[in-house]
Structure formats: structure tokens, C-alpha cells
């Protein structure tokens, strides 16, 4: 009930007709269709299901469209037609994350007997190391809309970063939370830009049940919480992983895509970017198939894939894939439907074969991964092995941040020798 009353609640006090987020014309329950007008609100007020952005996408023929989005800047904000952003949105302070390099790696196909292609799709190339920047990006618009004057959001890593930069450069206020034992790395990169950082004692679902309860309190008055209460704009950023792609692709769906799990919002998204494409008539209409990646220290949704179930039964996460590592994860029944309709799968890939994967990537193609990006790449290789993948189709790998963030993983990765500065001794090394 307490969820009714703040759904309802927060929609009498914040929606306004005057809000201009671009094409975004409401928010409609991805369960039961009800609408509602746009506000900073997550849930149905009928029947408690997540809300998402309903777009007005009249008025545009696919030619010019294209053409529009060609001219456009060199960041998600070429799409700001399909996105619930203003049309000016590009003008405002942001950090204009977004298309970043697809990388046709060769030698990676070689060595896993890929022959229809093999792309790696390099989200470490945004502003703060991850995806995280194209979700902020559209939240901070909802902030903006909404009159919020502190971002804030619960993080596994990444986010809390993407938000502290998000914030230091649109001039707001920030305040994040994360589980207290994060990598290094991550801790940094998100204290770095002076908001505050605030380490919670719990894992990631005890840092998102925290903030839930926050909202609900007078003390989070005037917070966007970019994953809660932002949450159906925020999603939306991953479409522009799926529109990116296909225009790199030069305007074509790729036949396969490997996507990292954590609440499964991105998965679900791509999938949501990938119809609208086709809906649009950006892109010819041909099937795709979306196959999901998890760490097997964290695998809810690979395990309901397994077990043929539609629900997705928590998990207490232990991986070193931090990023992705939330046991009770939101999107998961609808990743589940998503890799069944389209004829993809979830699976699941240990801590060693995460390392090895990233390893395998920056050895063959030069990209440094961080965990996340060593479970779609070892997911990828098992599902080649297994015959799942199909290898002589056009394949789409996502690495969705940056290895700089989780050294530790690679940690026994060193020097090759230490020697005296000079001849002899660099011939005793063998190296010669
Ligand atoms: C957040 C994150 C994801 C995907 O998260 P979803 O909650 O499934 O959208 C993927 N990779 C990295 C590195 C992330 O930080
Ligand atoms: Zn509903």
C-alpha cells in the first residue's frame, strides 16, 4: 500500500502538462497499459507495475528522420528525436555521453571461430568508464523537468560515479549510496567529482530497498533518485545502445546480441530500441536474438532460464563482477520473455572464465574490459562451444565499462621480468 499512496502521491504534486521532454507524451504500466501523466514516478497506481515512457512518434517519414539523426552530434543526443528529452537538450551542461566505437574484432572471431562477423560494441568510452552516462543523461533531463536539486541514486559502482559527474557539471547537488565494499576503483571514480558518497552496510539490494524508503521520507524531498523514482526516463537511455549499433552497422539489426544482466533494464531496453527502429522504418524488418549475460556468482535469471520458470527467485550475489551484481534483479521476468520470443538465451560464466575472457579481449582486440565486459565475452564463448550462438551470424558483443575500475580482477598480471639495465642481463631473461 505504501507504494499506492507514493505513486499517487507524487504524481498530483510534480505532473504538469507543461513538462517538455520531448516526444515522451506519458507513462504507461507495462502491465496493464494504464497512463498516466508524466511525473517522477515509477510504479502503477492500479496494479503496481513499473511505468514506462509512451512516445508520441508522429510527424516522421524514415528518410528524413535518418538524415536528421546522421546531421546530428557525436552523441546519444543525435537520437533526442526518440528520447524523453527536450529537442535542445544538446545545448544544456551535460557530459554528451554516447557513440562510442563498434569495434569489428577480428582476431577475437578468429580465435572463437566466428565467421559471420564479430562486432564489440565499446561503451568504456563514455565520459565516466561505463553505460551508466547514457541513463544519467536522460534522468538529469527529468531532474531538470521535474525541479529536482539533488541527484541522487543506489549503485553497484558505476552509476554513483556516472551521477556525481552528471551532477558536478549540470551544477546540482549529489549524494549516492553503494554497498561500503566496492572496488577501489569505483570508490574513487565516484568520490572524485564532490558529491558525497555514502557506503551502506548491506549489499546492492539493501542499498536499493534504503533509498526506496528514503524517497518515501521528508528527508528525500526534492531528490531525483536517477534508478527509483527517475526510473522510466533513465531506461530509456539504453536505447541508445540498440540505435547506435544498427546505425554503425549502416542502418542494419545485427542477427545476435550478447548484453550484460544486472537488473536487466539495459537488455529490455536494447529490445525496446531495436522494435521502435523497425517501427520507425529505420531499419528492415528481420529477427534478432538477444541473449542475456550473467556471472555465475550471480545468476537469477540465467537459473530461471534453465529452469524454464517465468519468475526470477533472488539470489545473494558473490562475484567479482560487482557491477552486475544484483540478486533480486527488477527487469528479470521481461529479460526472460525477451530471449524467449526472440529465440536468444541466458547463461552464466564463473570468476576464472571472467578473467580469462577479459583477457582473452584485450589480448585479441586491444580493449580493456572490466568484469561486466569479461561476462559477455566469456558468455559468448560458452555459447559458442554449446552451439547456441550461431557463428556465422553478425554477433554484437556489449563491453559496458571501462578495466581500469576493477584492476583487482586481473590482479596476478604483471611484469614479464625485471632485470639490470643492460644487454646481458635482458639475454638472460630470454627476452632476446
Ligand atoms: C549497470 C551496468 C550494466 C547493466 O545494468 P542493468 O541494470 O541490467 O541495466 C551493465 N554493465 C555495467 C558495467 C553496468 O555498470
Ligand atoms: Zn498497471
Redesign the pocket.
Known sequence: MRRKGLASMAVQTFATPTVDLGPAAALSCRECGHRVPLGPVFACEECFGPLEIAYDFSGHDADSLRKRIESGPASIWRYAPLLPVPADVADKPNLNPGWTRLVKADNLARELGVTGGLFVKD?SGNPTH???DR?VAQALEAARAFGFTTLSCSS????AGAVGAAAARAGLRSCVFIPHDLEQGKIVMAAVYGGELVGIEGNYDDVNRFCSELIGDPAGEGWGFV?VNLRPYY?EG?KTLAYEICEQLGWELPDQLVV????????T?IDKGLKELIALGLVEDRPYKIFGAQAEGCSPVSAAYKAGHDVVRPQKPDTIAK??A?GN???GPYVLDIARRTGGAVEDVTDPQIVDAIKLLARTEGIFA????GVTVGVTRKLLENGVLDPTLTTVV?N??DGLKTLDAVAGTGLTATIRPNLDSFREAGLA
Not at 553497484?156 to 552509476?159: D, E, Q, V
Not at 550484460?260 to 537488455?267: H, T, V
Open positions: 561503451d561505463s553505460f551508466k541513463v553497484t559502482g558505476n552509476l534508478n531506461a539504453s550484460p544482466i544486472a537488473s536487466g533494464s539495459q537488455l531496453k557491477s552486475l544484483i534483479p527488477a527487469d572490466e568484469t561486466a565486459g556489449l559496458t565499462g
